[in-house]
């Protein structure tokens, strides 16, 4: 039988590299993969639907989805997952010192349907800050004028505005013009250690670990997305891509627990590990819908009350529905 040749677009990853170097192999499939920055991969695959399989911005696919204009359908292939207390950033000199002081306060955000955006905003909920007590700032981090992604329509009663013109979130942070930003990326004055800029939660770890000891959530950030009609052509395809996805993983996984001579440039791997492990349980990040519907459903609550999904989605409408189940022995 002739292999499908799909083009796969997907982060450079501990988890993704076993497909892209040739150790995988994805059943029927010659792939002709590249590895992509978020950015690019997202922007190229909902504006030009460039890529045969993509990694896929979650929030982007959801509002797809709930459009029902999706060139892709989801497999439940989690490649992007963080705990996001630590992408709340602040200026330190402007009395605020819990998530409550942020409530009328100018916050510079680089689009709104950002998942990890979603996620944060669900955050200060928590703490009893709501969207709409918020004044957002939308502009590009590092380069004026970055524009949505997709189109969206903003729930009443959001004050966003747009960044001066020609002017960054960057310098807006610096020059103490907003009063914090929220992003999945750290602006540069908070990795130069600029005077006054600093985190919403110092202490992240123990923040996020507080937080998923009374939810059970790990956030999840990105989905891999197989083109519709590829789908359609070949319903034996998603399930080969969750299967080949899960195996990359956990070659990733045993590399990572082999700390005899450690797989990342990062001391007290063993120490970090043991630290996951024991909050989150042996497998701690999990691929496919069983133990991860309860993520699933409150992000699209999330989703839906921020005015990102026109109607609240279900879980049963993001995933090929070969990918719910898999076969045991």
């Known amino acids: 039988m002739t292999k499908l040749t799909l083009s796969i677009a997907m982060g450079d990853y501990d988890r993704t590299r076993p497909i892209h170097d040739g150790r995988v192999t994805i059943d029927g499939v010659t792939a002709v993969t590249q590895l992509l920055s978020p950015e690019e991969m997202f922007f190229r695959a909902f504006r030009h639907q460039a890529f045969d399989v993509s990694e896929l911005s979650f929030s982007s696919y959801c509002v797809k989805r709930a459009r029902d204009d999706s060139p892709y359908v989801a497999v439940p292939v989690f490649l992007?997952?963080?705990?996001?207390?630590?992408?709340?950033?602040?200026?330190?000199?402007?009395?605020?010192?819990?998530?409550?002081?942020?409530?009328?306060?100018?916050?510079?955000?680089?689009?709104?349907?950002?998942?990890?955006?979603?996620?944060?905003?669900?955050?200060?909920?928590?703490?009893?800050?709501?969207?709409?007590?918020?004044?957002?700032?939308?502009?590009?981090?590092?380069?004026?004028?970055?524009?949505?992604?997709?189109?969206?329509?903003?729930?009443?009663?959001?004050?966003?505005?747009?960044?001066?013109?020609?002017?960054?979130?960057?310098?807006?942070?610096?020059?103490?013009?907003?009063?914090?930003?929220?992003?999945?990326?750290?602006?540069?004055?908070?990795?130069?250690?600029?005077?006054?800029?600093?985190?919403?939660?110092?202490?992240?770890?123990?923040?996020?670990?507080?937080?998923?000891?009374?939810?059970?959530?790990?956030?999840?950030?990105?989905?891999?997305?197989?083109?519709?009609?590829?789908a359609e052509a070949h319903p034996w395809l998603p399930g080969a891509l969750l299967k080949a996805f899960s195996e990359s993983k956990a070659v990733a996984e045993a590399a990572l627990a082999d700390t005899s001579a450690t797989k990342v440039t990062m001391p007290f791997v063993e120490d970090v590990l043991a630290m996951a492990r024991n909050l989150i349980g042996s497998e701690i990040w999990t691929y496919g819908v069983p133990g991860n519907r309860h993520v699933l459903e409150t992000f699209l609550d999330l989703h839906h009350r921020q005015g990102l999904s026109p109607r609240r989605l279900s879980v049963e409408e993001l995933f090929h529905p070969s990918t719910f189940e898999a076969y045991s022995l």
């Open 80 to 230: 992007s997952r963080a705990f996001r207390h630590s992408s709340i950033y602040i200026r330190t000199d402007k009395g605020i010192e819990r998530p409550a002081d942020l409530k009328g306060r100018r916050i510079g955000i680089a689009e709104w349907q950002l998942t990890a955006n979603v996620w944060a905003r669900g955050i200060l909920e928590d703490y009893g800050v709501k969207p709409r007590d918020i004044k957002w700032v939308r502009g590009g981090m590092h380069t004026p004028g970055r524009p949505e992604k997709i189109k969206i329509d903003l729930p009443k009663g959001i004050d966003i505005s747009p960044a001066p013109e020609n002017t960054s979130l960057d310098e807006l942070l610096r020059a103490g013009e907003i009063d914090g930003f929220i992003g999945p990326r750290s602006l540069a004055c908070f990795d130069e250690g600029y005077p006054n800029v600093g985190r919403l939660f110092p202490d992240g770890i123990n923040a996020a670990s507080e937080h998923y000891k009374r939810t059970g959530i790990f956030p999840i950030m990105h989905v891999l997305g197989l083109r519709q009609e590829l």
